[in-house]
């Protein structure tokens, strides 16, 4: 018994379908994670930048802060902030700064961050 030409070429072309529906699968799937690989390291070069953190959501009281234009720097934990330190701002992942200067353009020598739990002192570090 002889097979029929049009199912051969039929079958064969099902198979070239099928083959390129998982090679434009494979290439969509690598596509994604690329995207998703360089979207995720702007994030957190943003971060590291602003917090000099290497994580994808700074955390309260990081290890570097820019405060109204000023690096702060040298986080030390301390039992407490200066009683005549008032709340002025808040970090990016959401620790309370404080200092004993309300002024918007003077940069105060010394800031605390709280955290929730603790409370960091930083040094005005440049920027002055």
């Given amino acids: 018994m002889q097979t029929d030409p049009v199912d051969t070429d039929l079958s064969a072309d099902i198979g070239r379908r099928r083959a390129r529906a998982g090679r434009i699968a494979i290439i969509l799937g690598v596509v994604v994670v690329v995207l998703f690989v360089i979207l995720m390291s ?3 070069a943003a971060v590291h930048s ?3 953190e290497w994580r994808l959501w700074p955390t309260a009281a990081p290890p570097k802060v820019v405060f109204r234009g000023h690096d702060y ?3 030390r934990l301390v039992a407490h902030r200066d009683p005549a330190a ?3 701002g808040t970090t990016a992942g959401g620790g309370g700064i404080s200092a004993t200067t309300t ?3 003077a ?3 010394v ?3 709280r955290d929730g739990t603790a409370t960091y002192e930083y040094s005005l ?3 002055s």
């Fill in 73 to 75: 720097g040298d986080r």
């Fill in 111 to 113: 800031i605390w961050i």
């Fill in 50 to 52: 602003e917090s000099g």
């Fill in 103 to 105: 002024s918007k353009t």
């Fill in 107 to 109: 940069a105060p020598g």
């Fill in 42 to 44: 702007i994030d957190i």
């Fill in 125 to 127: 570090v440049s920027g």
């Fill in 86 to 88: 008032t709340h002025v």
